[in-house]
């Protein structure tokens, strides 16, 4: 298993990093957020999952090890994949998934693509012991400032929205990102993200 991989980020896609590892190029599957943290050039580290499949090998990244930890917890509740798990935390940071399966908060996982309601049941039943109590930490993630509606809209696309939909979507959230710089904050990616999905959610 390849626990973490560690250097310069040679290129930055939608939803992929690609990390130079002794002179090879590990293309890596990350969600907005951890993206948002990266910059071509420079230095990164992160955690992976190596997920095997008979015609594909994918590794999927994380910020820290905690994620990697949930993401990986995820896949053990029937019926979630890889892409099902990082959309999730795409959507929420591992400490909101606990806090929203310990008080069986199912609009908090219906908010996530590919989530209905009797969905959100059967994963709050499922996942109950298995993602432990919140740590209560509250992390913010970090903070993402100009080209936010640019990094929303990849993100969108990456979780399959149509152009047209990641469109509308952007445009919904804009005054919520305005707000936060006239307060003197920048715009939150994963908040901008998860209103996004709501906006859209409501639409179909």
Same mark, same amino acid.
């Given at each position: 298993m390849i626990a973490f991989v560690s250097g310069p980020v040679a290129a930055l896609g939608p939803d992929t990093a690609v990390v130079e590892v002794g002179g090879v190029g590990m293309a890596v599957q990350c969600t907005p957020d951890t993206l948002s943290g990266l910059r071509i050039g420079k230095p990164a580290r992160l955690a992976t999952s190596l997920v095997v499949r008979e015609d594909s090998l994918t590794l999927y990244g994380f910020a820290d090890d905690d994620e990697r930890a949930t993401f990986e917890?995820?896949?053990?509740?029937?019926?979630?994949?890889?892409?099902?798990?990082?959309?999730?935390?795409?959507?929420?940071? /591992?400490?909101?998934?606990?806090?929203?399966v310990a008080t069986a908060d199912e609009k908090a996982l219906t908010a996530v693509p590919?989530?209905?309601?009797?969905?959100?049941?059967?994963?709050?039943?499922?996942?109950?012991?298995?993602?432990?109590? /919140?740590?209560?930490?509250?992390?913010? /993630?970090?903070p993402v400032a100009a080209g936010w509606s640019d990094q929303?809209?990849?993100?969108?696309?990456?979780?399959?929205?149509?152009?047209?939909?990641?469109?509308?979507?952007?445009?919904?959230?804009? /005054?919520?990102?305005?707000?936060?710089?006239?307060?003197?904050?920048t715009p939150r990616i994963p908040q901008l993200l998860k209103a996004a999905l709501q906006t859209l959610n409501r639409t179909r």
């Open positions: 917890l995820l896949q053990t509740a029937s019926g979630v994949g890889p892409r099902l798990a990082q959309a999730m935390l795409a959507v929420h940071s /591992p400490d909101a998934l606990r806090r929203a590919g989530i209905g309601k009797k969905g959100a049941q059967k994963l709050l039943l499922e996942l109950k012991d298995r993602l432990g109590a /919140p740590l209560g930490t509250g992390g913010a /993630p970090a929303l809209h990849a993100a969108l696309i990456g979780l399959g929205y149509a152009t047209r939909e990641a469109d509308e979507a952007v445009a919904a959230v804009t /005054p919520q990102a305005d707000a936060a710089v006239a307060e003197g904050g």
